[in-house]
């Protein structure tokens, strides 16, 4: 009877034991808002709303859809003009290879930029129409000083703004990857080979780095000046500069330092590393270094080579591996400059002092 006894004390205590540890692990797994803003934890469920609100907006914007279309629009009519002769402009310049659905990224048939062309060009204007009022249109409606009396992190408003911007930007470029994807798998019949797919995500996730430079930029702007026009003004000044300006700024610096044509080698290869280094300044043209050799795997320089390092070289695509090698140095400043510029808006916004209209 004692025995018996026993073993149903042991049991219930068991039970009790293994009841308190499922509550525990629920309440781990499953925290409740009042549990998230409790002190020395973070409120993932207000910065989670306040993502998901910042998402929907910019999918419900006018702005976003305008955008899109015309983005989406320009780079399927170069993708149609380029195989409407027939996919003769690609197979021409193959060399070889059978790098196809790299060549339709790449390629086009004279009618219209390829398809990375009007990436590089648009890209921009698409990540500052998300940021130039991120934080101005806030504050002018008086919206943003409400927010900041919630018991939330400031440094949260910023966070999710960025982050959904981050979101909608990679559901844009990963759709028209697949889009260029699909109409070539109906074109020609063939799936894409495993090294084409790779560089091809690879080339995406580069240009959402690309564009996010331009949202933190346009965001910067945003944090610093009060009025929405005015970041968005600043923020196409930028663009136009790096686009238009510094190339003819850049182009009569290389012709004052042109060199003879009884010059000797050493002096072109300087001239040829001045024109290199004057070119890297600018993101743009970072990107456009990056997408060659991402892109076009034949590429296996992007800066001027030497007789000695042309030397006993093989003319052959470049592995992704080595081709990624080949483009770290450009995709580090790329990435240094969006960082950069979110840090600089992380530290205005957290150092501003913000007031209520009333």
């Known amino acids: ?17 293994l009841r308190e540890w499922t509550s525990n692990l629920h309440s781990l797994v499953f925290r409740d808002d009042d549990a998230g803003t409790s002190k020395g934890n973070f ?44 996919m003769k402009a690609i197979a021409a310049d193959s060399s070889g290879n059978s790098f196809f659905f790299l060549n339709l990224f790449t390629k086009s048939n004279g009618t219209l930029p390829p398809f990375f062309g009007f990436v590089g060009f648009l890209g921009p204007l698409f990540g ?28 949260s408003i910023l ?40 560089r091809i995500m690879v080339y995406t996730v580069l240009s959402i780095v690309y564009v996010s430079f331009w949202l933190n930029l346009s965001i910067l702007f945003s944090v610093r000046f009060k009025q929405s026009a005015t970041s968005a003004l600043l923020g196409i000044a930028v663009w136009l500069f790096c686009t238009i300006f510094y190339p003819l700024i850049a182009n009569m610096i290389i012709k004052a330092y042109e060199p003879s ?53 093989i003319p052959s695509s470049l592995p992704l591996g080595q081709s990624i090698m080949l483009v770290w140095p450009q995709f580090t400043g790329l990435l240094s400059l969006t960082l950069l510029c979110f840090l600089l808006s992380y530290i205005v916004f957290m150092k501003r002092e913000i007031r209520s209209r009333g």
């Open 159 to 198: 966070n999710a703004k960025f982050l959904a911007g981050i979101v909608v930007i990679s559901v844009m470029f990963f759709t028209l990857s697949f889009l260029v994807l699909g109409s070539g798998l109906i074109a020609l019949g063939i799936p894409p080979t495993a090294e084409e797919f790779m």
């Open 43 to 86: 409120p993932w469920a207000p910065f989670k709303a306040m993502v998901q609100k910042e998402i929907s907006d910019h999918f419900r914007n006018w702005r976003f859809i305008i955008l899109f279309v015309i983005i989406s629009l320009a780079c399927m009519a170069t993708l149609f003009s380029t195989m409407a002769d027939g």
């Open 261 to 313: 044509k009884f010059a000797s080698p050493k002096a072109i290869y300087f001239y040829e590393k001045l024109k290199f280094y004057l070119g890297q300044i600018m993101p743009n043209e970072l990107f456009d270094g990056i997408t060659s050799a991402i892109l076009v795997p034949s590429i296996r320089s992007l800066g001027p080579l030497s007789m000695e390092q042309l030397q006993g070289a």
């Open 1 to 17: 009877m004692k025995n018996k006894v026993l073993r149903v004390g042991i049991s219930k205590l068991n039970e009790l034991k």
């Open 128 to 155: 500052i129409s998300l940021g130039f009022d991120a934080i101005s249109s806030e504050q002018q409606r008086g919206t943003l000083s409400r927010v900041m009396a919630q018991p939330v992190p400031r440094d």
